[in-house]
């Protein structure tokens, strides 16, 4: 599989961002895909994820109800459209997918993931 991110950039605090993650593969609705950041000095973390055969999407509360992510199974694609970003939001994003189901509680674990994208650089100016 392999996966590769784009749509980052510069944007100010209050303005949006859309990513998207292009993943190959043959059995696109069995992945669980997600989301996930790295801010400089810390670690990376979960910002949201798709479970595998449309099981549900789960959020950081960092993120919810300001990040939505999308999927669409025909074009192997997953997208996170960011809204009222804040500084805060600055890393690099990256998305990841397992080829297989995760319980809701091991989304967050980036152990729990195969494969993972290049990164994109999101930085919000205030």
């Known amino acids: 599989v392999q996966l590769q991110a784009s749509g980052g950039g510069l944007v100010q605090a209050g303005g949006s961002l859309k990513l998207s993650c292009a993943a190959s593969?043959?059995?696109?609705?069995?992945?669980?895909m997600a989301w996930f950041r790295q801010a400089p000095g810390k670690e990376r973390e979960f910002v949201g994820g798709?479970?595998?055969?449309?099981?549900?999407?789960h959020y950081a509360d960092s993120v919810k109800g300001r990040f939505t992510i999308s999927r669409d199974n025909a074009k192997n694609t997953m997208d996170l459209q960011m809204n009222s970003l804040e500084p805060e939001d600055t890393a690099v994003y990256y998305c990841?997918?397992?080829?297989?189901?995760?319980?809701?509680?091991?989304?967050?674990?980036?152990?729990?993931?195969?494969?993972w994208g290049q990164g994109t650089q999101v930085t919000v100016s205030s």
């Open positions: 990841a997918v397992r080829l297989g189901s995760l319980i809701l509680s091991a989304l967050r674990t980036t152990g729990n993931y195969d494969y």
């Open positions: 593969g043959r059995t696109f609705t069995s992945y669980t």
């Open positions: 798709l479970r595998s055969h449309s099981a549900g999407t």
